[in-house]
């Protein structure tokens, strides 16, 4: 399986748009990788840069949610048996990627919505958010599962609720079903 790096963005603001909200999920993980042979992780780095980084909503990528977002992956990796330790004992290395993208809503035509890159009506606007967690095996420095959630925001939603919602979201599908008859 082709694994693809994607810069997907949480948005960290909202868990919906009223009836137009439609959350997309999904992961893909290395057909070849047991694991069930992971049993501890850590940070990429420990300092707080993986949401700083890049452009976007500083109401989004901040500090603070980044620190929401490592305390939800850390309980999720917990609850699944996985034990945080330093980088250099670790078998998986976490990462993740946040952004937002300005949408455009259109009445009629099924409600579908288009990305726009500037917009001057705001009433016909709205974010999409996305949020992407990566694991590595620390071993081979290889990517070995990637989960991502999308979903439009509302500024006013509390972003603990949004991040764990997320979270949950994402790491339901980790670790991936064995294969049948393996």
């Not at 330790?85 to 993740?96: G, K, N, S, T």
């Not at 996305?130 to 599962?145: C, E, G, K, N, Y």
């Not at 949004?162 to 393996?182: D, E, H, L, N, W």
Request: hydrophobic residues 40%.
């Amino acid at each position: 399986m082709k694994l693809r790096h994607l810069f997907l963005a949480l948005s960290l603001a909202a868990p919906s748009l009223g009836g137009c909200a439609r959350v997309q999920f999904g992961a893909e993980h290395d057909e070849r990788t047991d694991f069930s042979a992971y049993q501890s992780y850590a940070w990429v780095t420990d300092e707080l840069t993986l949401i700083g980084t890049g452009m976007g909503n500083p109401r989004i990528r901040n500090e603070d949610n980044e620190r929401r977002i490592r305390a939800e992956v850390d309980a999720a990796l917990a609850a699944k048996g996985l034990q945080k330790v330093e980088r250099e004992q670790a078998d998986l290395i976490v990462a993740f990627v946040v952004g937002t993208r300005e949408q455009l809503r259109l009445e009629g035509g099924g409600g579908h919505s288009y990305a726009l890159l500037t917009t001057k009506d705001a009433q016909s606007t709205y974010y999409k958010g996305s949020l992407s967690i990566d694991l590595f095996d620390a071993a081979t420095r290889q990517q070995v599962w990637h989960g991502w959630v999308s979903k439009p925001l509302e500024p006013e939603a509390d972003p603990d609720t949004v991040i764990k919602a997320a979270v949950t979201r994402i790491m339901a599908q980790f670790p991936p079903a064995p294969k049948k008859g393996s």
